[in-house]
């Protein structure tokens, strides 16, 4: 039997295999290419496929299952953290950008009801697009990828009441007040289910279903959450995608939350390739080749006003002009959901023929322009901070009262006050070694200033601010943020500003390692080979391989310049070959509790090596340990004793015990 959306399926992926390899090969974004699958095998393309309202449905479970991925990754404590960019951030860009484009529709010649849709439009961003984006650059934990998604947050929320007040502007009132009250209290009732499901229900149910060690139950039962609280947030007159999130920040308060992303990650890809397949099919190629030059003025016109507002919000909020930067350029582009609610807007007479293709054409121009926006804009911005602009600005509005920063002396600066800078400045503080922390988050300033650390507020990539924590006298600077680009500009910076300090640089990945050894650090420490390397250090502790050899493995390693595994010793193999011959002998420990028989006798006494072939290596008696015990030693209660020997032995000796 010939099932059609099959084969429009694989016509789609198909083509864009062909295409995203070829996008590939020129380096232009996957997300371009999925734009292009979509014009071409689109009714108004080749008419390739012909079930365009079924692309549009696995479009839909795309964009659930993108915002459920990133609410898993994210948390509610990170999203309290953010809360006065959702807030305040969202709402200032979401009006602002209104208010804007309806006094430019209104100049135009539209009616004061379609100047206020077409105002509904285009202050909405692609929450798909810009987070798929920021995610591959490791850039959603900085602070501008931080204020790009409070305000996408907001934008996703908003999105209710302009469907609301669409037939309003229409002009059918009907009973529009009475449907904001419904939709305000099914919204509350929403929010206490989610608390409630995050605290009791949810951890609860996925301990249950793991433990059952099946894989299908687990995988199906993440699937059911997703799915159904995004269900739930539709019937309730609120969005999808809100609810999809909603449903990944339950999970992520869970410990199974690692597990659930790296089931659903797979299917995520697969389907939100469809949103953007979808987006290109509703393009009628052929009226854009007819107005090609001012469909892409009205492209950068509408790109610069909503970056130039996200700019001027994100100063608002008192971040730093680099970081205001990055933003506005994030969210200059129309969204998804601009899409879903033209569709109300084409109901309701809004709009129609030409006026509907010209909004199609300028909002999937600035889509596909928006993955070259994002990875030039670092290069834009430090272009604009090159100008003579006030310091103030360059710097941010400080919300907080400024701190004076003691003149230090062969001091630690730390940049950065994540989990990492957090760890060195408490060691520092241990120490009794003399830091300053530089961190770019006004709200986290606030809060540690109250407890006492010594952590001023400003944009290290700006020289002032470095000056400013005396890094000229420092000896050491730890520079720990999660932006690749700006860890390169400090690094260049205080290579400049002090050429002798011993300057450690955090990384994501190896692939920014030789860049920022070329910049001027001293050494430069990748998450992921620290991982690798804490996990085969463990692997080989686990094969009995000797101390010593494992200390130099790593010495070789890393004196490679952690260019991974290049060439590890003869004496390492050989070794590694015999110590795979102890496989079946274990090290474990044990307890000596009340009652034993062996209290108060030595080892000789027990004969634990004749009887049942277990030596004791090792004896922890209170804050003691007593390496290789003679046969005269006396075994005592609650002496732990660590048993070399074979896994049957060493249980037979436990149940002796």
């Not at 204020?147 to 529009?176: E, K, N, S, W, Y």
Request: glycine share 8%; with cysteine; charged share 15%.
């Amino acid at each position: 039997m010939e099932i059609p959306l099959l084969n429009d399926i694989i016509i789609i992926f198909g083509l864009a295999i062909v295409v995203i390899f070829i996008c590939h090969r020129f380096r232009i974004p996957s997300v371009v290419g999925f734009l292009l699958t979509g014009i071409f095998v689109g009714p108004y393309g080749f008419g390739l496929v012909k079930a365009v309202h079924e692309v549009e449905i696995l479009s839909e479970i795309g964009i659930v299952l993108l915002l459920f991925t990133i609410g898993i990754e994210f948390s509610v404590e990170k999203l309290l953290r953010i809360k006065k960019s959702v807030l305040m951030g969202g709402s200032l860009q979401v009006v602002l950008t209104f208010l804007a484009t309806f006094f430019i529709s209104q100049g135009i010649g539209f009616s004061s009801g379609k100047a206020a849709f077409i105002g509904f439009l285009v202050s909405l961003s692609s929450t798909a697009i810009v987070l798929k984006l920021i995610q591959e650059k490791s850039e959603v934990d900085t602070p501008h990828g931080l204020t790009t998604l409070g305000i996408l947050i907001f934008q996703d929320i908003i999105i209710v009441p302009m469907i609301l007040l669409t037939p309003i502007l229409a002009g059918q009132t009907g009973h529009a007040d009475q449907s904001v009250l419904v939709l305000l209290a099914k919204g509350l009732g929403i929010i206490i289910l989610v608390l409630i499901s995050t605290k009791w229900i949810i951890p609860r149910v996925l301990y249950q279903i793991a433990k059952t060690r099946n894989q299908e139950i687990f995988l199906l039962s993440i699937v059911v959450i997703c799915l159904g609280v995004a269900w739930l947030t539709a019937t309730a007159g609120l969005s999808l995608a809100l609810g999809a999130f909603l449903a990944g920040l339950i999970i992520s308060e869970s410990e199974y939350s690692h597990q659930a992303l790296g089931n659903i990650l797979p299917f995520r890809d697969v389907f939100t390739s469809f949103f953007f397949v979808s987006i290109g099919m509703l393009l009628d190629i052929g009226f854009l080749f007819q107005h090609p030059l001012k469909m892409t003025m009205i492209a950068l016109g509408v790109i610069f006003l909503k970056s130039f507002i996200a700019c001027f919000v994100t100063v608002l909020l008192g971040f730093p002009f680099r970081t205001s930067i990055l933003t506005g350029f994030a969210l200059g582009q129309v969204g998804e959901f601009s899409f879903i609610l033209a569709g109300t807007g084409i109901e309701q007479g809004l709009l129609s023929g030409n006026i509907y293709q010209i909004f199609l054409a300028f909002s999937i121009l600035s889509m596909a322009a928006t993955p070259f926006i994002i990875a030039w804009s670092p290069k834009i911005a430090e272009m604009i901070l090159g100008l003579p602009l006030p310091q103030k600005l360059i710097s941010g509005f400080y919300p907080v009262s400024e701190v004076s920063v003691t003149r230090k002396k062969d001091h630690l600066i730390i940049i950065g006050f994540g989990v990492n800078g957090k760890n060195v400045a408490r060691a520092a503080r241990v120490s009794g070694i003399p830091y300053a922390i530089i961190e770019m988050n006004p709200e986290t300033v606030r809060l540690e200033q109250t407890r006492g650390e010594p952590i001023h507020y400003g944009d290290s990539t700006q020289e002032s601010v470095l000056q400013h924590a005396n890094i000229k006298d420092a000896r050491v600077v730890v520079a720990a943020i999660n932006d690749p680009a700006s860890t390169r500009r400090i690094t260049e910076i205080i290579r400049r500003l002090n050429p002798k300090v011993h300057l450690i640089v955090r990384s994501r990945f190896l692939q920014e390692m030789k860049p920022l050894y070329e910049l001027g650090a001293n050494e430069v420490i990748p998450e992921e080979f620290e991982t690798s390397i804490e996990i085969f250090t463990r692997v080989l502790i686990k094969y009995l391989i000797p101390k010593d050899e494992i200390e130099k493995l790593l010495k070789e390693v890393r004196a490679d310049g952690y260019e991974m595994f290049r060439s590890i010793s003869k004496t390492s193999a050989s070794l590694w070959d015999v110590k795979l011959h102890l496989h079946d002998i274990e090290i474990s420990t044990f307890r000596i509790v009340e009652g034993s028989a062996f209290i108060e006798k030595n080892l000789a006494q027990v004969e634990l090596r004749k009887r049942y072939k277990v030596s004791v290596v090792a004896i922890r008696r209170g804050t003691q340990i007593l390496s290789n015990p003679g046969a005269e030693t006396t075994l005592l209660l609650n002496d732990v004793l660590f048993m070399l020997g074979s896994s049957e032995n060493i249980i037979e000796v436990m149940n002796t015990f």
